[in-house]
C-alpha cells in the first residue's frame, strides 16, 4: 500500500513521537522484578510489552487528556495499563490454538520463545498487572485518583475485553474458522464489523472513555469520543487487513499474506482492494465529524485519525 508522507514539516510525527517515548519510558518501570521463581513468566512479560509498537491504544487515552489539559503524569498508569491489556491480546491471538502466528512486533511471538505454557501464564500476568496499576498498587501506579473513579474506570476496561468486546469478537472469529484455519462458512459484511468492532474497536473506544472519565469530561463529551473511537478503531482493522494483503512483511514488522493462506474473509476480500480503502476513509470521516464538539482542541485527534487510514505497519 502507498507509504504515507512522513516529512518534518508533518506535525502528527513529533507529536507521535513524544507520546510513544513516553509511554516506551514508563513501561519498564510498571513491571515486576523478574528476580522471583516466576522470572521466566516476567520475563516473557518484558520480551511482548517492551517490544516496539505504535502505541495507538494508549495514546488515544493520552491524547484525549490533552484536550483537558490533564497532566501526562496522571493519565500514563491507566495509559500504560491499556497496552498491558493490548499485549496480553496479542500473545493469545497469536497462540497456535488462535492465529498460530510466529512473529509480533517484528520479533517472534512469544509461544515461540518461551513456549505455549509461558505465553499464557505472561498474557495473563499482563491482564492482572494492570488492574493492579488501576487499583493503585506497586510503583507509578495510579494514585491520588478517587476510589469511585478507579472503579469505574477498571469497570469499563472490563467490559472492553469480556464476552461483550475483545474475547466476544475473537470467539466470533473463531467460530467462523475451522480448526486448520479455513473458513467454515460465508462470513458477511455486517460478521464481520461485529467481529472486529468487538476484537479491535472496543479497546480503542476503552481507551478514549478512560481518559475522557479521567478527564473530567461530561457525558455528552464522552460520548462523542466514543463515536470516535468506535469509528477509529473499525478503520484501523481494515488497514491491518490491507497490510496483509498488499504491505510489506519487513515494513509490518509481522507476517503478511497469512489471512489468503488461511483462507479468512477480510474486508479486503470482501470489499476489495480498493472497496476497503473507501470503507476506511468513510469511517475516518465519521470519526472525524464525531470531534465537532471540540473544535480547535479535537485536532490531533483529527490528524490520529487520517493517519490510521493511511498507515502502513
Known amino acids: 500500500m502507498p507509504a504515507r508522507s512522513r516529512t518534518p514539516a508533518d506535525p502528527l510525527e513529533p507529536w507521535l513521537t513524544r507520546w510513544r517515548d513516553a509511554i516506551d519510558r514508563?513501561?519498564?518501570?510498571?513491571?515486576?522484578?523478574?528476580?522471583?521463581?516466576?522470572?521466566?513468566?516476567?520475563?516473557?512479560m518484558a520480551y511482548m510489552l517492551l517490544a516496539p509498537g505504535k502505541r495507538i491504544r494508549p495514546t488515544l487515552t493520552l491524547a484525549v487528556g490533552e484536550i483537558y489539559r490533564v497532566e501526562e503524569r496522571r493519565l500514563?498508569?491507566?495509559?500504560?495499563?491499556?497496552?498491558?491489556?493490548?499485549?496480553?491480546?496479542?500473545?493469545?491471538d497469536d497462540l497456535p490454538c488462535m492465529d498460530d502466528s510466529p512473529l509480533r512486533r517484528g520479533r517472534p511471538a512469544c509461544?515461540?520463545?518461551?513456549?505455549?505454557?509461558?505465553?499464557?501464564?505472561?498474557?495473563?500476568?499482563?491482564?492482572?498487572?494492570?488492574?493492579?496499576l488501576l487499583a493503585g498498587e506497586g510503583p507509578g501506579a495510579a494514585g491520588g485518583t478517587r476510589d469511585r473513579l478507579r472503579a469505574m474506570v477498571?469497570?469499563?476496561?472490563?467490559?472492553?475485553?469480556?464476552?461483550?468486546?475483545?474475547?466476544?469478537?475473537?470467539?466470533?472469529?473463531?467460530?467462523?474458522t475451522g480448526s486448520g484455519g479455513e473458513t467454515t462458512a460465508s462470513v458477511d459484511l455486517e460478521t464481520l464489523e461485529f467481529i472486529h468492532s468487538h476484537k479491535t474497536g472496543s479497546l480503542f473506544i476503552a481507551s478514549a472513555e478512560v481518559g475522557a472519565h479521567l478527564s473530567?469530561?461530561?457525558?455528552?463529551?464522552?460520548e462523542a469520543?466514543?463515536?470516535y473511537a468506535k469509528n477509529l478503531g473499525l478503520a484501523?482493522?481494515?488497514?491491518?487487513?490491507?497490510?496483509?494483503a498488499v504491505g510489506e512483511a519487513s515494513v509490518a514488522g509481522k507476517p503478511v499474506r497469512a489471512d489468503a493462506v488461511a483462507g479468512k474473509t477480510t474486508f479486503v476480500t470482501l470489499c476489495g482492494e480498493e472497496g476497503a480503502r473507501t470503507l476506511a476513509g468513510e469511517l475516518v470521516d465519521t470519526a472525524i465529524a464525531s470531534l465537532a464538539p471540540f473544535g480547535r482542541r479535537g485536532e490531533r485527534l483529527r490528524a490520529l485519525a487520517r493517519f490510521v487510514a493511511v498507515r502502513d505497519r
Request: aromatic share 4%; glycine share 8%; hydrophobic share 55%.
Open 26 to 44: 514508563a513501561l519498564p518501570g510498571l513491571l515486576p522484578s523478574h528476580e522471583t521463581p516466576a522470572g521466566a513468566v516476567q520475563e516473557a
Open 76 to 92: 500514563m498508569p491507566a495509559a500504560c495499563a491499556i497496552e498491558m491489556v493490548h499485549t496480553c491480546s496479542l500473545i493469545l
Open 111 to 132: 509461544h515461540a520463545v518461551y513456549g505455549e505454557a509461558t505465553a499464557i501464564l505472561a498474557a495473563v500476568g499482563l491482564l492482572s498487572h494492570a488492574y493492579a
Open 154 to 176: 477498571a469497570r469499563r476496561l472490563a467490559a472492553a475485553i469480556g464476552p461483550d468486546g475483545v474475547i466476544g469478537g475473537q470467539a466470533a472469529d473463531l467460530a467462523a
Open 216 to 222: 473530567g469530561a461530561t457525558p455528552e463529551e464522552i
Open 225 to 227: 469520543l466514543v463515536a
Open 236 to 244: 484501523f482493522q481494515i488497514t491491518d487487513d490491507l497490510i496483509d
